[in-house]
């Protein structure tokens, strides 16, 4: 089945505890993103993959890392996170970046640190 | 890539057909019309998307104005499942789209 999975899904941590959320694609999809969700801001795009060892920052990429080392994975890296980092995070993937395709997303992983 | 305005909150009765609008009028044209929606806090679904024709789906169809300004999502036979918030979005093709904007969205309530 053509999926994005996330790990894990729920995570409660505190501020400063370094901590990777990951996200995989079987899709052999070139593009992927990450987008976090918070409420009355929509869906706001943090960093995004166009290939593998190529990435580029959204439009909130502050206190986050990403990397894309094979073409299926791209993690998302908090190396200290803090209260405002809590939200819901998307990972989404699409064959390419640009149009007409469409974008897969994951379940989410929701994020509380305290 | 242009702005959308959509309604806040439609009502539609299980079993017929749910006509969410989407106003795009400084729409460019290279820009294509897309259509996602949210299940509560799911991920994000893609629907539909179409650049000057309608288009359909087995989900849904996408009808689109002539002087591309508007479109309309329809769900022909809405079901209790299709309660989500529905975001109609416009992207540009090229180089540089590599976002997908999402705006407020139309929360589509499917009433038994």
């Known amino acids: 089945e053509a999926q994005v999975t996330q790990n894990p899904r729920y995570l409660i941590t505190v501020t400063g505890k370094k901590l990777t959320v990951t996200c995989s694609q079987n899709?052999?999809?070139?593009?992927m993103s990450w987008y976090r969700q918070d409420p009355g801001l929509g869906l706001r795009q943090i960093y995004y993959?166009?290939?593998?060892?190529?990435?580029d920052k959204g439009d909130v990429p502050e206190g986050y890392k990403v990397s894309r080392k094979e073409k299926r994975n791209f993690p998302l890296i908090l190396e200290s996170p803090s209260p405002n980092q809590t939200s819901l995070y998307f990972c989404?993937?699409?064959?390419?970046?640009?149009?007409?395709?469409?974008?897969?997303f994951g379940p989410g992983t929701r994020l509380t640190v305290t | 890539d242009a702005k959308t305005t959509q309604p806040p909150s439609m009502d539609c009765a299980e079993g017929r057909a749910a006509n969410l609008p989407c106003n795009h009028s400084?729409?460019?044209?290279?820009?294509?019309v897309y259509w996602y929606r949210q299940i509560h806090s799911q991920g994000p679904q893609y629907i539909i998307h179409?650049?000057?024709n309608n288009e359909t789906n087995e989900m849904a169809s996408l009808i689109i104005t002539e002087d591309r300004k508007s479109s309309t999502l329809i769900l022909p036979h809405a079901t209790l499942r299709d309660t989500a918030v529905y975001y109609c979005?416009?992207?540009?093709?090229?180089?540089?789209?590599?976002?997908?904007?999402f705006g407020k969205g139309t929360k589509l309530s499917v009433i038994p």
């Open positions: 400084t729409i460019s044209g290279n820009e294509y």
């Open positions: 989404a993937s699409s064959l390419t970046g640009g149009v007409p395709y469409e974008q897969y």
């Open positions: 179409g650049l000057k």
């Open positions: 899709m052999n999809h070139e593009y």
């Open positions: 979005i416009v992207r540009e093709s090229g180089a540089g789209s590599y976002q997908l904007t």
């Open positions: 993959s166009m290939n593998v060892e190529v990435t």
